[in-house]
């Protein structure tokens, strides 16, 4: 059981938006930065979205993070093939003075 | 070019020990958060352990007592000693560079390739 909590799976069409969510807790989320990785099989995760909604170099704007409250959203508009793969949230937590995964969502492009 | 590299995975049985190595190359390893992650065959990501800039730690409650996370500031290097292994550290070991532009550690923009890690009898 994962302290953030996103959904197992989502599907889309190509060209299509769609939006990733994250729920916390006051301990994390709420009070701290979050950051999005995804991960294609076989392969380390990337970074995609830091400090809620900053973009790494080389990260393309149809990438976007956004934070309200205890949860947030990762947004990926324009979707192609390319963009299947698993997607997690991060965040600290200041109760366990540790650093939070979510249980990761699979994205499938249909 | 910024590049981590871990070593040390291996085959060990319940209750043995080894310990996994970072290499840090183009930046300097001691000048950043540093992060071990892992990642269980089919399972999601796992936090481990962070070594801050001052040399403070942390760990995840599932290592804490098992796991001693350190560094070798001339070597640019760095260590995570797994003692008492039980089969469910079987994973993926990462270690990933937290950089010093993020506003939080867990932002991690480097990442290794993963060292695989089994504890089997």
């Known amino acids: 059981q994962s302290v953030l909590t996103q959904p197992p799976s989502l599907s889309a069409a190509p060209g299509q938006k769609v939006t990733i969510s994250c729920s916390g807790s006051s301990s994390n989320i709420e009070s701290n930065y979050v950051s999005w990785y995804h991960q294609l099989p076989g392969t380390a995760p990337k970074l995609l979205i830091y400090d809620n909604n900053k973009r790494p170099s080389g990260i393309p704007d149809r990438f976007s993070g956004s934070k309200s409250g205890t949860s947030a959203t990762l947004g990926i508009t324009g979707l192609h093939t390319g963009d299947e793969a698993d997607y997690y949230c991060a965040t600290w937590d200041d109760s366990l003075s540790a650093v939070v995964f979510g249980g990761g969502t699979k994205l499938t492009v249909l | 070019e910024v590049q981590v590299v871990e070593s040390g995975g291996a085959l060990v049985q319940p209750g043995g020990s080894l310990r996994l190595t970072c290499e840090a190359f183009?930046?300097?390893?001691?000048?950043?958060?540093m992060t071990w992650v892992r990642q269980a065959p089919g399972k999601g990501l796992e936090w481990v352990s962070v070594i801050f800039v001052g040399g403070g730690t942390y760990y995840a409650d599932s290592v804490k007592d098992r796991f001693t996370i350190s560094r070798d500031t001339y070597k640019d290097t760095m260590y995570l000693q797994m003692n008492s292994l039980r089969a469910d550290d079987t994973a993926v070991y990462y270690c990933?560079?937290?950089?010093?532009?993020?506003?939080?550690?867990?932002?991690?923009?480097?990442w290794g390739q993963g060292t695989p890690v089994t504890v089997s009898s």
């Open positions: 990933a560079r937290s950089p010093q532009y993020c506003g939080s550690v867990s932002c991690l923009d480097y």
């Open positions: 183009g930046f300097t390893l001691s000048r950043n958060y």
